[in-house]
Each structure stands twice: as structure tokens, then as C-alpha cells.
């Protein structure tokens, strides 16, 4: 397995999760390492990303979620604060060697790990 998502869970509107994403030495090192997630019969969207010291994140979760990379440990944390019912969705992370400009469009993953479930309801 090379790329192991965990953490979700159920919260209230308002509190928080943080998602870790184990990922294999070999993408660890030269990968770039994105969140996505998918509500249902919604199609899956970009999230969040990390690649070196630089982050990326959808518009609806700026300022709520930070991206997050332990190198020693080969895993990406997703910190999720004020979440809020939308945010709930099956998350999923992957990863990529795109060009940084590309890092938000799916298609270019090629590393997938299994959903973990986000479910924000009170």
C-alpha cells in the first residue's frame, strides 16, 4: 500500500478532524501529496495540496484547513477546523509528480489511497 488515508470520523458543525495520509519513502520524497474528497453525487473535487514547502487549497477551505507534511514520518496531515455540513465527503489522498501549475486537476494523479469519511452534522 502506498498511500493509507486516516482519521475521519463524525463532528459537529464548528469542530475539527485532522486526516493523516502514510505515504510510501518513495512518493514521500518526490511527490506531491493532495486531499481530495467526494460528497454523494457530487464528482470529486481538489482540496488541498503539498509539495516541498508549498501548499494549495480550494477556494471553500482556505483559512478553515491546513496542509501539513511530516517528512521523518512520510505523512501529510489535513487540519480541518470550523467544519461545516458541506465539508462532509469521503476523503481521499493521492499523489502526482504534475507540474505545480496542474496540481489541482485529478487526472493527473496517478497514487491513490482508499476514502476516509468526514460526516459533519449535529
Known amino acids: 500500500v502506498q498511500l493509507q488515508a486516516s482519521g475521519g470520523g463524525l463532528v459537529q458543525p464548528g469542530g475539527s478532524l485532522r486526516l493523516s495520509c502514510a505515504a510510501s519513502?518513495?512518493?514521500?520524497?518526490?511527490?506531491?501529496i493532495g486531499w481530495f474528497r467526494q460528497a454523494p453525487g457530487n464528482e470529486r473535487e481538489f482540496v488541498a495540496c503539498v509539495r516541498s514547502g508549498n501548499t494549495k487549497y480550494t477556494d471553500a477551505v482556505r483559512g478553515r484547513f491546513t496542509i501539513s507534511r511530516d517528512t521523518a514520518k512520510n505523512t501529510v496531515y489535513l487540519q480541518m477546523n470550523s467544519l461545516k455540513p458541506e465539508d462532509t465527503a469521503a476523503y481521499y489522498c493521492?499523489?502526482?509528480?504534475?507540474?505545480?501549475?496542474?496540481?489541482?486537476?485529478?487526472?493527473?494523479?496517478?497514487?491513490w489511497g482508499q476514502g476516509t469519511q468526514v460526516t459533519v452534522s449535529s
Open positions: 493521492a499523489a502526482t509528480t504534475v507540474v505545480w501549475g496542474r496540481v489541482t486537476e485529478e487526472e493527473h494523479y496517478r497514487y
Open positions: 519513502a518513495f512518493l514521500s520524497r518526490s511527490h506531491t
